[in-house]
């Protein structure tokens, strides 16, 4: 079982930044992946970026200039550091870890971000 806790989100300003943070927590072998989906209103959710185990990362296009994913082993954390926020990305974003072997999956509770004037 793996627990996750998301942190960081709150009112920013367009043009601002914020730094997402994720811990993970419990009992596994191992993490095959992490990563930040997001999900507006009236939206579906999306994949915004994910990090493998051998440190692979992919962000997805539209926040790729703007966007990066990091992992920190030490502290059992994950990082989606957000600069130059939009109001389209405002969303309520959440942490996913996918387990190697079956490959079960994990869900934080999520963490809303605003970006708003």
């Known amino acids: 079982q793996v627990q996750l806790v998301e942190s960081g989100g709150g009112l920013v300003q367009p043009g601002g930044s914020l730094r997402l943070s994720c811990a993970f927590s419990?009992?596994?072998?191992?993490?095959?992946?992490l990563a930040w989906y997001r999900q507006a209103p009236g939206k579906q959710r999306e994949l915004v970026a994910s990090i493998t185990s051998g440190g692979t990362t992919d962000v997805a296009d539209s926040v790729k200039a703007r966007f990066t994913i990091s992992r920190e082993n030490r502290e059992n954390t994950v990082s989606l550091h957000m600069n130059s926020l939009k109001p389209e990305d405002t969303a309520v974003y959440y942490c996913?870890?996918?387990?190697?072997?079956?490959?079960?999956?994990?869900w934080g509770q999520g963490t809303q971000v605003t970006v708003s004037s």
């Open positions: 996913n870890a996918r387990l190697g072997g079956a490959g079960n999956v994990y």
């Open positions: 419990g009992s596994f072998f191992s993490i095959y992946a």
